[in-house]
């Protein structure tokens, strides 16, 4: 009887989205002003329709279009005054509750999507096509986790919203015989269909979250926030698909970063408040979707808005499904300054604790926890374990022990579950922020913390062409299995990060780069450490970025090409969250002396850090040059080097220094 119910009150959005909606050029003709989606002309009456879905239970929405809302400023002002005062509240899971009404093809399909000769894959489950077909449904449930679960935050229903995401519903499959690889997936992203269908999906999404917090804030007053939802993808640009062929990467992360701007440009127009990219099994994929957002907020200032981030942790060892520990996976992202980050989804609320225990102490930002509702139950009504009050028990421990400034729930959650949620933390006081001494933190599946205890960070240069003859003649010869097993060598011989370098010129170096870095991260003992991308090419260094999930250090950048070339590259190298070797060479060449030494590391040290570059993620090379040679003008190498760096760490704070200590014996 309710699926019918909600049948007939669907006929008046269906027509209208017949009339609204192109799929072929996006046309997206309601306006952003208007409260209802489905009156999209119209100044609302508060004259009752109940075959609307406007009407919340029967009840007329009595608002008119020209109501006073708060915008986006005024919403995010709120929201952080809230939650230096409490915990937030955030919705739950969109496809628990779609799981409800039982739905089929024909659902998922509407009249927009019924010809199966044009759409001949299933449909069924693309729960982010529902904002096009059955926004009913969407609705309701944005509205029930307003109302019932007291929501703040409101999550739109875009998980899968990207072409990259859509493409098993929309694309067509792989030739019989052949997979899916890059070639297949940049046919995807570059697709005219699915970008259009991926901003339909987002601006149709962020409208209706937008209408119910709208109608939840005429109701009492309060600011709600709209969320854009940003998934994981179904692919990864860390792990191959392939068993038998470890290098191998069915997508890239051009193609990644390309599939996250089209789905964030549309969010942004669509007017949510904030992004979340949440459900991060591969810190590569996550990367390539904050690389996306920098860029956009690079070039469209005016639609910077809060980036949340959220992890989840696939087994009782708190790793990702990539490999990284939580502490990894943070230093990794710190870069974009999240206004949130947390963990959500895999575990259930008691497996997950030690590990939200573990970020709340690292994160110096909001922190966020949504868990799933224990263990999958398929006797259960929800098809998890725990009920409302089990998760309400659990989350008031969380905040007892001050882990929560943001908190709602992931798969298994109803409204009812958030609404006690909310009951349990009510007037319990926020989490405070873990402040953090400013330090080189690195990591690779493994984080790296050089502190001053720690003095010297010995790195392995073994995997370098141009310091040893084997690993030249390995590459040359196309042998990286042999290759990859002089980089375990030196992770077995201590060494705590490992430089790799290809610059020979009978080498293609990106090639080389991408493929030895991707083969390297199927072995967890040698991936567990930091690399270090070392070039003299900026092609090779950013290959490097490109297939680095961890936070790296790139090796080198100079001032030799110009002050412009120097910041555009450091801020590249910044946006992949690596920290950078900057090499002591200016417009005038190499510096030699102590004087030049320290003009061009202070100049240096000025441009990166007013310009947003963390000192300490800065590394300078005064370089050794020759030492020993029996010439004059070389007597003073070795004592310019040393006193450059005195004065580097008594003048440049935080900054660390690298000698190539090698070359005192040439």
Same mark, same amino acid.
């Given at each position: 009887?309710?699926?019918?119910?909600?049948?007939?009150?669907?006929?008046?959005?269906?027509?209208?989205?017949?009339?609204?909606?192109?799929?072929?050029?996006?046309?997206?003709?309601?306006?952003?002003?208007?409260?209802?989606?489905?009156?999209?002309?119209?100044?609302?009456?508060?004259?009752?329709?109940?075959?609307?879905?406007?009407?919340?239970?029967?009840?007329?929405?009595?608002?008119?279009?020209?109501?006073?809302?708060?915008?986006?400023?005024?919403?995010?002002?709120?929201?952080?005054?809230?939650?230096?005062?409490?915990?937030?509240?955030?919705?739950?899971?969109?496809?628990?509750?779609?799981?409800?009404?039982?739905?089929?093809?024909?659902?998922?399909?509407?009249?927009?999507?019924?010809?199966?000769?044009?759409?001949?894959?299933?449909?069924?489950?693309?729960?982010?096509?529902?904002?096009?077909?059955?926004?009913?449904?969407?609705?309701?449930?944005?509205?029930?986790?307003?109302?019932?679960?007291?929501?703040?935050?409101?999550?739109?229903?875009?998980?899968?919203?990207?072409?990259?995401?859509?493409?098993?519903?929309?694309?067509?499959?792989?030739?019989?015989?052949?997979?899916?690889?890059?070639?297949?997936?940049?046919?995807?992203?570059?697709?005219?269909?699915?970008?259009?269908?991926?901003?339909?999906?987002?601006?149709?999404?962020?409208?209706?979250?937008?209408?119910?917090?709208?109608?939840?804030?005429?109701?009492?007053?309060?600011?709600?926030?709209?969320?854009?939802?940003?998934?994981?993808?179904?692919?990864?640009?860390?792990?191959?698909?392939?068993?038998?062929?470890?290098?191998?990467?069915?997508?890239?992360?051009?193609?990644?970063?390309?599939? %996250?701007?089209? /789905?964030? #440009?549309?969010?942004?127009? =669509? *007017?949510?408040?904030?992004?979340?990219? &949440?459900? !991060?099994?591969?810190?590569?994929?996550?990367?390539?979707?904050?690389?996306?957002?920098?860029?956009?907020?690079?070039?469209?200032?005016?639609?910077?808005?809060?980036?949340?981030?959220?992890?989840?942790?696939?087994?009782?060892?708190?790793?990702?499904?990539?490999?990284?520990?939580?502490?990894?996976?943070?230093?990794?992202?710190?870069?974009?300054?999240?206004?949130?980050?947390?963990?959500?989804?895999?575990?259930?609320?008691?497996?997950?604790?030690?590990?939200?225990?573990?970020?709340?102490?690292?994160?110096?930002?909001?922190?966020?926890?949504?868990?799933?509702?224990?263990?999958?139950?398929?006797?259960?009504?929800?098809?998890?374990?725990?009920?409302?009050?089990?998760?309400?028990?659990?989350?008031?421990? %969380?905040?007892? /022990?001050? #882990?929560?400034?943001?908190? =709602? *729930?992931?798969?298994?959650?109803?409204? &009812?579950? !958030?609404?006690?949620?909310?009951?349990?933390?009510?007037?319990?006081?926020?989490?405070?922020?873990?402040?953090?001494?400013?330090?080189?933190?690195?990591?690779?599946?493994?984080?790296?913390?050089?502190?001053?205890?720690?003095?010297?960070?010995?790195?392995?240069?073994?995997?370098?062409?141009?310091?040893?003859?084997?690993?030249?003649?390995?590459?040359?010869?196309?042998?990286?299995?042999?290759?990859?097993?002089?980089?375990?060598?030196?992770?077995?011989?201590?060494?705590?990060?490992?430089?790799?370098?290809?610059?020979?010129?009978?080498?293609?170096?990106?090639?080389?780069?991408?493929?030895?870095?991707?083969?390297?991260?199927?072995?967890?003992?040698?991936?567990?450490?930091?690399?270090?991308?070392?070039?003299?090419?900026?092609?090779? #260094?950013?290959?490097?970025?490109?297939?680095?999930?961890?936070?790296?250090?790139?090796?080198?950048?100079?001032?030799?090409?110009?002050?412009?070339?120097?910041?555009?590259?450091?801020?590249?190298?910044?946006?992949?969250?690596?920290?950078?070797?900057?090499?002591?060479?200016?417009?005038?060449?190499?510096?030699?002396?102590?004087?030049?030494?320290?003009?061009?590391?202070?100049?240096?040290?000025?441009?990166?850090?007013?310009?947003?570059?963390?000192?300490?993620?800065?590394?300078?090379?005064?370089?050794?040059?020759?030492?020993?040679?029996?010439?004059?003008?070389?007597?003073?190498?070795?004592?310019?080097?040393?006193?450059?760096?005195?004065?580097?760490?008594?003048?440049?704070?935080?900054?660390?220094?690298?000698?190539?200590?090698?070359?005192?014996?040439?």
């Amino acid at each position: 009887m309710e699926r019918e119910e909600n049948r007939e009150r669907s006929l008046c959005h269906r027509k209208i989205q017949n009339e609204t909606y192109d799929f072929s050029q996006a046309f997206f003709t309601f306006r952003k002003s208007s409260p209802c989606l489905f009156h999209p002309l119209e100044t609302i009456s508060p004259k009752r329709d109940d075959n609307c879905p406007c009407s919340n239970d029967g009840r007329a929405v009595d608002f008119p279009r020209h109501m006073s809302r708060a915008s986006r400023t005024e919403r995010l002002d709120y929201l952080k005054d809230q939650l230096r005062k409490r915990v937030v509240i955030l919705d739950g899971a969109m496809g628990t509750n779609i799981q409800k009404f039982r739905l089929g093809e024909e659902d998922y399909r509407g009249e927009r999507f019924a010809d199966a000769a044009r759409y001949p894959n299933d449909l069924k489950n693309n729960n982010d096509l529902l904002v096009l077909t059955r926004p009913d449904i969407i609705l309701d449930i944005h509205r029930r986790f307003l109302d019932t679960g007291r929501t703040d935050i409101l999550e739109t229903c875009t998980f899968g919203a990207t072409s990259i995401g859509q493409h098993d519903y929309f694309w067509h499959r792989p030739e019989k015989g052949s997979h899916k690889n890059q070639q297949y997936f940049q046919e995807v992203v570059d697709s005219p269909e699915l970008k259009a269908l991926v901003r339909e999906l987002n601006l149709a999404a962020a409208a209706l979250a937008r209408q119910a917090c709208d109608e939840a804030e005429a109701a009492d007053g309060k600011p709600r926030l709209v969320a854009g939802s940003i998934g994981p993808m179904p692919v990864t640009c860390s792990l191959s698909p392939d068993v038998n062929d470890p290098g191998f990467r069915a997508v890239n992360f051009r193609q990644l970063r390309q599939a %996250y701007r089209d /789905q964030v #440009l549309a969010l942004l127009e =669509g *007017g949510v408040d904030m992004l979340l990219v &949440e459900t !991060i099994f591969d810190t590569l994929n996550a990367k390539a979707a904050l690389f996306a957002i920098e860029e956009i907020f690079e070039e469209q200032p005016e639609s910077s808005v809060p980036v949340m981030i959220s992890v989840t942790l696939t087994d009782k060892a708190g790793r990702t499904l990539s490999g990284q520990t939580i502490e990894a996976f943070w230093y990794s992202i710190r870069h974009v300054r999240p206004f949130s980050v947390g963990i959500n989804c895999a575990l259930g609320p008691d497996l997950m604790r030690p590990f939200a225990e573990e970020l709340s102490g690292l994160a110096d930002c909001h922190m966020s926890i949504y868990a799933n509702a224990g263990l999958p139950n398929p006797l259960s009504p929800t098809g998890y374990d725990l009920l409302p009050a089990d998760m309400a028990r659990f989350m008031k421990e %969380y905040a007892e /022990q001050g #882990l929560l400034n943001i908190v =709602g *729930g992931c798969c298994g959650t109803t409204p &009812e579950h !958030i609404g006690a949620i909310a009951a349990a933390v009510e007037g319990m006081p926020p989490r405070v922020s873990a402040p953090q001494t400013p330090a080189l933190r690195l990591s690779g599946y493994e984080a790296y913390n050089h502190t001053r205890e720690k003095n010297t960070l010995f790195v392995g240069e073994r995997c370098n062409v141009a310091g040893s003859p084997k690993f030249a003649r390995l590459i040359r010869e196309g042998n990286y299995e042999e290759a990859v097993s002089i980089a375990r060598q030196q992770v077995e011989n201590g060494a705590l990060v490992l430089d790799f370098c290809f610059d020979d010129g009978l080498i293609d170096g990106p090639q080389a780069m991408r493929h030895f870095l991707n083969l390297m991260a199927s072995e967890p003992e040698i991936a567990r450490v930091p690399v270090m991308i070392d070039s003299s090419k900026w092609e090779v #260094l950013q290959a490097g970025l490109e297939v680095t999930q961890g936070k790296s250090v790139v090796n080198s950048i100079s001032l030799k090409e110009g002050e412009a070339e120097f910041l555009r590259r450091a801020a590249e190298i910044h946006r992949f969250g690596a920290s950078a070797v900057v090499m002591l060479f200016d417009e005038r060449g190499q510096a030699d002396t102590f004087e030049r030494k320290a003009e061009v590391a202070e100049r240096a040290y000025k441009l990166l850090t007013d310009n947003g570059f963390p000192p300490e993620d800065i590394i300078f090379d005064p370089n050794v040059l020759a030492v020993a040679t029996g010439i004059a003008e070389h007597d003073g190498y070795a004592k310019a080097f040393i006193d450059a760096t005195r004065w580097i760490k008594e003048h440049l704070p935080h900054a660390k220094v690298s000698g190539g200590v090698s070359n005192l014996s040439f």
